[in-house]
């Protein structure tokens, strides 16, 4: 009975927090765009697992192109699924449902306990997501907003520990009146061996047994804070099991100039920066490029470029997105051969039509120049254009690059004559500032670390 009321519990809180639902062969997609790198607010439900891994996962990359993740979680576990997922990039992780049913082996101290609003906890939130490897500011942000929206979503209350007046430990109950379940147990890593979070939630239990017929938490299957539930009276009555591809570090990678933002795209800013290239890039007449790409434009094709494997040491490929005022209107690649002994990468870009004679070129190109230059360790930074393209060889001599030489290329079967150039990290000095971010887990993967 216990298991069937908190199932219901957590689907209708679940709806009732997602932003949008959209409804698949298989499952229900809970998503809030809002908060598109929260894994816990964007994801694919399933109650019970009748379909294959593989078209479990072509469900979740169809509802969740907002995304860099992809998760499926079968509501009400099964086995049989998890060597298929792993194949398909998918991790594992079983969640058990812990239900209280006796009194806790002992009681501790509560003293330090009290009720807090939100908004107290959000400095401890944001500490303790920040000590995290892939903690910063904008995930802190994105999971703070889970939390009201989960708030308007449900009745919840708020518990902290204090020590010396701070936040030392935290943990929330989520409650329709008759089933609560407590959530979101913390505590600080400087304020850990205190037995804190022990204390947090036998004074959240204790508040709400006297109110609630169930009580409920979840924990890791493989975690230790189960231990500590068990002896606070609860026993494992369900499980969930969460199958995550998690994105790779380039998703993490920002560089922020006065005007634009570069970064890897998702799947669906990837549809709307075809609509861009569609939209026109440069006159019908004229072919800018070496693979005269444009001539043929095909969304999927489009798309599954960009999402082609895209870091290897000794041959790597940034396709980086550029965004302006929110939206994408074109792209800026860094690419590399052999990064570790060369010291010198190569650049391409381009812009739709409608923001072309703005600066813009200059600015996203200096953007990727100091990430090569100033963060990567490269010597040389190459660059190409064809010799009727004036644009793009004024971006080059701008930033001080020099020609090394010509070549012909044919893209439409009419040799063209191409000019290559070349700047020295000596040479460079970006016109604009740029803010780089999401680097350090990026060096070993280039052959800069």
């Known amino acids: 009975m216990a298991v069937a009321r908190i199932r219901a519990f957590r689907r209708t809180l679940a709806h009732a927090a997602a932003e949008r639902t959209v409804e698949t062969a298989h499952g229900t997609a809970l998503l809030s765009g809002s908060i598109p790198a929260v894994y816990d607010a964007n994801y694919l439900s399933v109650e019970t697992a009748l379909a294959p891994a593989g078209e479990l996962a072509a469900e979740a990359d169809a509802t969740l192109e907002d ?55 959000e400095p401890a939130r944001t500490e303790g997501m920040l000590a995290q490897p892939w903690g910063d500011a904008e995930l802190a942000r994105q999971l703070d907003e889970l939390k009201r929206l989960i708030a308007a979503a449900t009745p919840t209350r708020y518990y902290a520990a204090f020590v010396d007046g701070e936040v030392a430990a935290y943990c929330e109950v989520r409650s329709d009146g008759r089933v609560a379940q407590i959530e979101d147990v913390e505590a600080l890593e400087r304020f850990r061996g205190r037995g ?109 470029f960009h999402l082609r494997k895209p870091l290897a040491v000794d041959d790597w490929s940034m396709e980086l997105a550029v965004f302006l005022d929110g939206r994408p209107v074109g792209v800026q690649s860094l690419n590399a051969k052999n990064f570790g002994r060369e010291r010198a990468a190569s650049t391409g870009s381009w812009l739709g039509r409608a923001w072309q004679g703005k600066g813009l070129g200059t600015e996203m190109r200096a953007a990727v120049l100091t990430l090569a230059f100033e963060e990567l360790g490269a010597g040389r930074a190459r660059s190409a254009a064809m010799q009727r393209n004036a644009q793009s060889l004024g971006v080059s001599r701008k930033l001080g690059y020099v020609e090394t030489g010509t070549e012909l290329v044919s893209p439409r079967g009419v040799p063209v004559e191409h000019v290559n150039l070349e700047l020295s990290a000596d040479r460079f000095r970006s016109p604009v500032p740029v803010e780089i971010s999401g680097v350090a887990d990026l060096l070993p993967l280039l052959g800069a670390g």
Do not use: N
């Not at 998890?82 to 003293?111: C, E």
């Not at 998702?266 to 290239?277: G, M």
């Open 67 to 121: 995304c860099f993740h992809r998760r499926v979680v079968v509501e009400q576990g099964g086995a049989g699924l998890a060597g298929d997922f792993a194949d398909l990039g998918y991790a594992l992780s079983t969640h058990l449902v812990l239900a209280h049913a006796r009194p806790p082996d002992r009681r501790v101290d509560t003293s330090m306990v009290r009720e807090v609003e939100l908004d107290q906890l």
């Open 196 to 304: 804190l979070g022990r204390a947090v939630v036998q004074h959240a239990l204790e508040r709400s047994l006297r109110r609630h017929e169930v009580v409920f938490l979840e924990a890791l299957a493989d975690d230790w804070p189960r231990e500590l539930y068990r002896k606070l009276g609860f026993d494992a009555v369900d499980r969930r099991d969460f199958y995550t591809r998690f994105p790779h570090p380039l998703t993490r990678l920002r560089l922020r100039t006065p005007r634009l933002e570069l970064r890897l795209p998702t799947v669906a800013e990837l549809r709307a920066l075809f609509r861009v290239a569609e939209a026109g890039i440069h006159d019908p007449t004229e072919m800018p490029f070496g693979v005269p790409w444009t001539d043929h434009l095909d969304e999927e094709e489009f798309v599954l």
